[in-house]
């Protein structure tokens, strides 16, 4: 149990398109998801909390413009990267916590490479 | 959330026992100490956490101090799928509230033949 699904696993775009990864859990409703974001040789970075059915939360630095997170049901967020450019290159995952041990463990996705040419 | 400190790098010779400490000397009352590890190009993966009792599941197990102001995080037979970044994070948990995770730079654990 308690698995969570990315999809696509690797994208690569043109600058200045958009594109949309899907965090999807797979066994269990989460209200709750989260996206990281990785660079190379560095460590998971959160940008925002996906609520189900409200407004993402964003960390500061986070430009809630270009990073449209959409939560609309208990096992589906996405976070839609808006006009890419190189530097928005990275590692993206989702996180998500189905509460069976009454502490919210959070299990994560495989991860989508972005890269923007 | 409390800060925690881990070693960069370990190495650890296969079939061996891999012992991965941290220390976590701010850590509250309430908050659980969980650990992690990422293997390259992969998503992380949850081992195992605890308040203050010792714990043990299938692929670890975590021993806590008295003080609960460190960890030793324990793989009892280290194989070369092993090999991963560890990070240990310690946060509050609560029922009913997701929160969010802060990862450090972890420890990478490179085990060997």
């Known amino acids: 149990g308690a698995v969570v699904s990315q999809h696509p696993s690797w994208v690569i775009c043109k600058s200045g398109t958009s594109v949309k990864i899907e965090c999807r859990s797979l066994?269990?409703?989460?209200?709750?998801m989260f996206w990281y974001r990785q660079f190379p040789k560095q460590s998971l970075m959160l940008m925002a909390t996906?609520?189900?059915?409200?407004?993402?939360?964003?960390e500061q630095g986070v430009e809630k413009d270009k990073f449209l997170i959409n939560h609309a049901s208990l096992t589906l967020s996405t976070l839609t990267v808006t006009s890419a450019h190189p530097e928005d290159s990275s590692f993206y995952i989702c996180?998500?916590?189905?509460?069976?041990?009454?502490?919210?463990?959070?299990?994560f996705g495989p991860g989508t490479r972005l890269t923007v040419l | 959330d409390a800060k925690t400190t881990q070693p960069p790098s370990m190495d650890c010779a296969e079939g061996r026992a891999a012992n991965l400490p941290c220390n976590h000397s701010?850590?509250?009352?309430?908050?659980?100490v969980y650990w992690y590890r990422q293997i390259h190009s992969q998503g992380p993966q949850y081992i195992i956490h605890?308040?203050?009792n010792n714990e043990t599941n299938e692929m670890a197990s975590l021993i806590i101090t008295e003080d609960r102001k460190s960890s030793t995080l324990i793989l009892p037979h280290a194989t070369l799928r092993d090999t991963a970044v560890y990070y240990c994070?310690?946060?509050?948990?609560?029922?009913?509230?997701?929160?969010?995770?802060?990862f450090g730079t972890g420890t990478r654990l490179q085990v060997t033949l």
């Open positions: 605890g308040l203050k």
């Open positions: 994070i310690v946060r509050v948990s609560q029922h009913g509230t997701a929160s969010k995770l802060t």
């Open positions: 066994d269990f409703q989460a209200t709750t």
């Open positions: 996180s998500a916590s189905p509460w069976t041990s009454g502490t919210d463990t959070q299990y």
């Open positions: 701010t850590i509250s009352g309430n908050e659980y």
């Open positions: 996906s609520n189900e059915g409200s407004k993402a939360t964003y």
